[in-house]
């Protein structure tokens, strides 16, 4: 069966596959109707390094330093702070105070092969615009303390620690539905295939039904030839000869 019997099918069965059709359209059209916005918003943080002084320091005693800024720099403290704001400790505190677990942290996006910024940029998606700005304050809240743990934890002086602040606060939710439209033509196309499925099953049986009625029921021995009565096989055949003599010239 090829394309041009699927559309023949769908053709004389248009009293099936039209209601068919229009009953996924419905359907699809609810599915998008239905889906409810989100609403998105990120905030940007920065990291504020100890600030340069001189020391009078006695011969043979170390400055205190950051040893986390020797071995990576900014970059490294940014990193860990964005990988500590999802630690399962911070969430719980962030969503005990009314914040949402829905959100990111991830170093602040920049185009390929350029050098990476300590920033963090902190992401989240909430079903409404309030509880976005308030996930987002909350978290920002949180960046001191995961970075100061994160630090004592290096062992970096109090003097030498990096603190965070806010580079850009949280803006203005932005409504948006990313997944609406995706969902609703691959809902619609799924249902559309299933109906031209069924209007071809449904079309195969009518006709093989309809044939049957036409031809009807096939007779007994209907084809085979009917015996002669006429002839009796049961009797031998005779076969007359001349006496010999008779064929002997005189």
């Avoid at 990476?116 to 902190?122: D, T």
């Amino acid at each position: 069966m090829d394309l041009f019997d699927v559309a023949g099918s769908c053709a004389r069965r248009w009293y099936v596959f039209l209601p068919l059709l229009l009953l996924v359209g419905w359907f699809s059209y609810d599915i998008y109707s239905s889906v409810k916005p989100v609403y998105y918003a990120n905030a940007v943080i920065g990291l504020n390094p100890p600030s340069n002084k001189i020391y009078n320091a006695e011969p043979g005693v170390p400055l205190p330093r950051n040893g986390l800024l020797d071995v990576g720099g900014a970059d490294l403290i940014a990193n860990m702070a964005a990988v500590g704001l999802r630690e399962p400790s911070t969430v719980d505190r962030v969503v005990a105070q009314g914040g949402m677990a829905d959100y990111g942290s991830r170093m602040f996006p920049v185009p390929a092969n350029t050098a990476p910024l300590p920033l963090v940029m902190v992401e989240c998606t909430a079903p409404n615009a309030a509880a976005a700005t308030r996930t987002l304050d909350l978290v920002i809240a949180q960046a001191g303390a995961t970075l100061r743990t994160l630090q004592q934890q290096a062992q970096v002086p109090e003097s030498q620690m990096v603190a965070p602040f806010v580079v850009s606060p949280p803006g203005d939710p932005a409504p948006g539905m990313p997944s609406r439209t995706r969902s609703t033509v691959a809902i619609f196309a799924a249902g559309a295939g299933l109906t031209v499925v069924l209007t071809v099953i449904l079309d195969v049986l009518l006709v093989r039904r309809k044939s049957r009625k036409v031809l009807g029921p096939a007779q007994p021995g209907e084809g085979s030839k009917p015996a002669d009565s006429s002839v009796d096989d049961t009797k031998p055949t005779q076969v007359t000869t001349a006496p010999e003599a008779a064929l002997e010239p005189r």
